[in-house]
């Protein structure tokens, strides 16, 4: 939502659920990230 209020341009949002929040990963209890804690093999360059 965007609005002027005299020289003023303020730009607001909103957060919405994500619908396919329960296909995210999930952050750790340890705090490792979330590729680490899910033990998945990754190779990068």
């Known amino acids: ?7 003023t341009l ?3 949002a909103k ?4 619908p396919n929040e329960n296909k ?3 952050t ?3 705090g490792a990230c979330s590729l680490c ?3 998945i093999k ?4």
């Open 1 to 7: 939502i965007e609005r002027k209020e005299g020289n």
């Open 10 to 12: 303020i730009i607001e």
């Open 15 to 18: 957060i919405h659920k994500d």
């Open 24 to 26: 995210l990963f999930k």
């Open 28 to 30: 750790a209890e340890n």
């Open 37 to 39: 804690s899910a033990g």
């Open 42 to 45: 990754l190779k990068h360059t």
